[in-house]
């Protein structure tokens, strides 16, 4: 391809994932709902942005930020018209380990290669490749951060510093000896009242944003009544660029792990939350590659604020199309509120207690476990339950990437099993290939003694070839084995090995081996082995059965066996 070619090509994939006039041109669609469902995400996100940020180790002005700038830029050049961006929980189990090995800039850092690394997984146009991550694995790690984050909130919750370490049952545990030293019970009780209200008022009144009035509610019992409880701290107004540069190009090398566990979060994390809201809504379908482009663009510019690596949030997604949603309109105005209280509220913010955002995470964590979910893959198959729970198990005892890689390698193994128990070894009777006219049924009785027929049904893998070797070289002593392949629909390199070992065992024991019905798509791996060559050359392959057993005929009828053919089949060879 020449140079003009290529970029050509570029500039046509750089078209299409940029936002079109057709696109941009929804949020005239009805603005006044628009703000509405606007302003009531950002109610529910202000909490949990604030949360995530502390929870992330960034702090909470990272959190808002982060609300702020990837929510704009990844409604106006994001693939969904309903997707909320931001801060997750999903990724602050990411970012926990990368704030305590390489600090704040650390997490910049990643966040901004990230975002690299997902602009270019739009342009290579992988988005539609997400879907293929398996149900369980996704409930499995769902289920596993839902823990995850609940353990995190035990420091805050309990009122004490949060110890160190990075596995978030040590830190908890930790937290709790600590606790159990000095107990004091006001930040407990504001944890659990706020975590409370949340989860009552949810189950009663399901379209109303408990969290922030919780917080606020909270907040002013905790300042009106002297209470000693740890506020989250002073919070700079406004959007600034960091006063020192975070990127450090000796760093990208070791970084880079971290930066493409991060990319490949967003990237799930974000095409999932859309699928979610296109299920929810009625004429919505988001743009994969598109997606993947805005939240690429997201996560470059937020580090450079003092932000850290976003999302697309599955929680406010759903609360944005509930609430009316009907273009990415909403999601801007979401990121405008929260700009406001950034820059006009920031005094206010920093009164809120740090038990109180525990409360509304560990609400948040609670209401990630999808039970019904949960109960129907357990009922599904033991398979799918196995994933699921080692997959959450992976996640809390290890790291988020290497749960989906286990959870990834063990839904392959229990898929490629099935597929592989599909797989069918079935003898079948010669008067189903020959119609009644061609042999009368004494003669076909007296075939049938000396040959045998097997159909080979379903994908002949490696996981089956072994069951098939034995099952076929058990056949009993005939004089001639005719194997048909018509309905084999995928054969690899074991399948086509063990094909060519139990030829090799049939002809020793003095059978006559016949093959009919090769497809065209399995000549490669059978050629490669070289498995029917010599059956090839000595004319033992047919197009179609009814041929190999007129063959099968000549070659007993000559060998005295069975009655000769009429016509010219008498003088079949004898071999």
Same mark, same amino acid.
């Given at each position: 391809?020449?140079?003009?070619?290529?970029?050509?090509a570029?500039?046509?994939?750089f078209?299409?994932?940029?936002p079109?006039?057709?696109?941009?041109?929804?949020?005239?669609?009805?603005?006044?709902?628009?703000?509405?469902?606007?302003?009531?995400?950002?109610?529910?996100?202000?909490?949990?942005?604030?949360?995530f940020?502390?929870?992330?180790g960034?702090?909470?002005q990272?959190?808002?930020?982060?609300?702020?700038v990837?929510?704009?830029?990844?409604?106006?050049?994001?693939?969904?018209?309903?997707?909320v961006?931001?801060?997750?929980?999903?990724?602050?189990v990411?970012?926990?380990p990368?704030?305590h090995?390489?600090?704040?800039?650390?997490?910049?850092?990643?966040?901004?290669?990230?975002?690299?690394?997902?602009?270019?997984?739009?342009?290579?146009?992988?988005?539609?490749?997400?879907?293929?991550?398996?149900?369980?694995?996704?409930?499995?790690?769902?289920?596993?951060i839902?823990?995850?984050?609940?353990?995190?909130q035990?420091? @805050? $919750?309990?009122?004490?510093k +949060?110890?160190?370490?990075?596995? /978030? !049952? %040590?830190? =908890? #545990?930790? &937290?709790?000896?600590?606790?159990?030293?000095?107990?004091?019970?006001t930040?407990?009780?504001?944890?659990?009242?706020?975590?409370?209200?949340?989860?009552? @008022? $949810?189950r009663?009144?399901? +379209?109303?944003?408990?969290?922030? /009035? !919780? %917080?606020? =509610? #909270?907040? &002013?019992?905790?300042?009106?009544?002297?209470?000693?409880?740890?506020?989250?701290?002073?919070?700079?107004?406004?959007?600034s660029?960091?006063?020192?540069?975070?990127?450090?190009?000796?760093?990208?090398?070791?970084?880079?792990?971290? !930066?493409?566990?991060? #990319?490949?979060?967003?990237?799930?994390?974000s095409?999932?939350?859309?699928?979610?809201a296109?299920?929810?809504?009625?004429?919505?379908?988001?743009?994969?590659?598109r997606?993947?482009?805005?939240?690429?663009?997201?996560?470059?510019?937020?580090?450079?604020?003092?932000?850290?690596?976003?999302?697309?949030?599955?929680?406010?997604?759903a609360?944005?199309?509930?609430t009316?949603a009907?273009?990415?309109?909403?999601s801007l105005?979401h990121?405008a509120?929260?700009?406001?209280?950034?820059?006009?509220?920031?005094?206010?913010?920093?009164?809120?207690?740090?038990?109180?955002l525990?409360?509304?995470?560990?609400?948040?964590?609670?209401?990630?476990?999808?039970?019904?979910?949960?109960?129907?893959?357990?009922?599904?198959?033991?398979?799918?339950t196995?994933?699921?729970?080692?997959?959450?198990?992976?996640t809390?005892?290890?790291?988020?990437?290497?749960?989906?890689?286990?959870?990834?390698?063990?839904?392959?193994?229990?898929?490629?099993?099935k597929v592989?128990?599909?797989?069918?070894?079935?003898?079948v009777?010669?008067?189903?290939?020959?119609?009644?006219?061609?042999?009368?049924?004494?003669?076909?009785?007296?075939?049938?003694?000396?040959?045998v027929?097997?159909?080979?049904?379903?994908?002949?893998?490696?996981?089956?070839?072994?069951?098939?070797?034995?099952?076929?070289?058990?056949?009993?002593?005939?004089?001639?084995v005719?194997?048909?392949?018509?309905?084999?629909?995928?054969?690899?390199?074991?399948?086509?090995?063990?094909?060519?070992?139990?030829?090799?065992?049939?002809?020793k024991?003095?059978?006559?081996?016949?093959?009919?019905?090769?497809?065209?798509?399995?000549?490669?791996?059978?050629?490669?082995?070289?498995?029917?060559?010599?059956?090839?050359?000595?004319?033992?392959?047919?197009?179609?059965?009814?041929?190999a057993?007129?063959?099968?005929?000549?070659?007993l009828?000559?060998?005295?066996?069975?009655?000769?053919?009429?016509?010219?089949?008498?003088g079949a060879?004898v071999?």
């Amino acid at each position: 391809m020449s140079t003009e070619s290529l970029a050509h090509a570029a500039v046509g994939r750089f078209k299409d994932v940029l936002p079109n006039a057709g696109t941009l041109g929804t949020m005239r669609r009805s603005p006044r709902r628009d703000l509405v469902s606007g302003l009531t995400v950002a109610v529910v996100a202000l909490p949990l942005a604030l949360g995530f940020g502390i929870t992330s180790g960034a702090g909470a002005q990272a959190g808002l930020v982060t609300a702020v700038v990837a929510g704009a830029l990844a409604a106006v050049f994001g693939g969904s018209n309903l997707q909320v961006t931001g801060p997750t929980g999903a990724m602050t189990v990411v970012l926990v380990p990368i704030v305590h090995s390489y600090g704040i800039d650390g997490v910049m850092t990643v966040g901004l290669m990230a975002g690299v690394i997902l602009v270019a997984l739009s342009l290579l146009r992988v988005g539609r490749a997400m879907s293929y991550v398996p149900v369980p694995v996704i409930e499995g790690f769902t289920l596993g951060i839902a823990g995850v984050i609940g353990l995190q909130q035990i420091p @805050g $919750a309990l009122g004490i510093k +949060t110890p160190s370490g990075n596995n /978030p !049952a %040590v830190v =908890a #545990a930790k &937290a709790v000896g600590d606790f159990a030293k000095h107990p004091h019970f006001t930040s407990i009780a504001v944890a659990l009242a706020v975590a409370a209200v949340m989860l009552i @008022g $949810a189950r009663l009144r399901p +379209t109303v944003p408990f969290s922030l /009035p !919780a %917080v606020a =509610a #909270a907040t &002013a019992a905790v300042w009106g009544l002297g209470l000693a409880t740890a506020p989250i701290g002073h919070l700079p107004s406004g959007l600034s660029v960091p006063s020192t540069s975070f990127f450090e190009a000796s760093h990208v090398a070791s970084l880079l792990p971290s !930066a493409l566990a991060v #990319a490949a979060l967003a990237a799930l994390e974000s095409l999932m939350s859309a699928s979610a809201a296109d299920a929810m809504s009625v004429s919505e379908r988001h743009d994969s590659n598109r997606e993947l482009f805005g939240q690429g663009l997201a996560n470059i510019a937020a580090p450079l604020f003092g932000g850290v690596a976003a999302t697309g949030a599955i929680a406010r997604t759903a609360v944005n199309v509930r609430t009316g949603a009907a273009s990415r309109l909403a999601s801007l105005v979401h990121a405008a509120v929260l700009a406001v209280i950034v820059f006009a509220a920031a005094p206010l913010v920093a009164h809120i207690p740090r038990a109180a955002l525990a409360g509304v995470l560990i609400a948040t964590a609670i209401r990630m476990v999808e039970v019904g979910s949960i109960r129907a893959l357990a009922k599904a198959s033991r398979g799918e339950t196995a994933t699921l729970v080692l997959t959450a198990t992976v996640t809390l005892a290890s790291t988020l990437v290497n749960a989906v890689i286990v959870g990834m390698i063990v839904a392959a193994v229990i898929a490629v099993t099935k597929v592989s128990a599909a797989a069918r070894l079935e003898q079948v009777p010669l008067h189903a290939d020959l119609p009644p006219a061609d042999h009368h049924e004494q003669e076909q009785a007296l075939l049938g003694e000396h040959i045998v027929a097997y159909r080979l049904d379903g994908p002949l893998l490696f996981a089956a070839a072994h069951r098939f070797l034995l099952e076929l070289t058990e056949t009993a002593e005939v004089k001639v084995v005719i194997l048909r392949m018509s309905r084999i629909s995928v054969i690899d390199s074991s399948g086509a090995r063990v094909l060519t070992d139990a030829i090799d065992k049939l002809t020793k024991r003095g059978a006559l081996v016949l093959v009919s019905g090769v497809r065209p798509e399995h000549h490669r791996p059978l050629d490669a082995l070289g498995t029917l060559d010599a059956l090839r050359e000595a004319g033992h392959m047919f197009t179609s059965t009814p041929q190999a057993i007129e063959f099968a005929h000549g070659y007993l009828s000559s060998a005295g066996i069975v009655p000769a053919p009429p016509g010219d089949r008498a003088g079949a060879p004898v071999l």
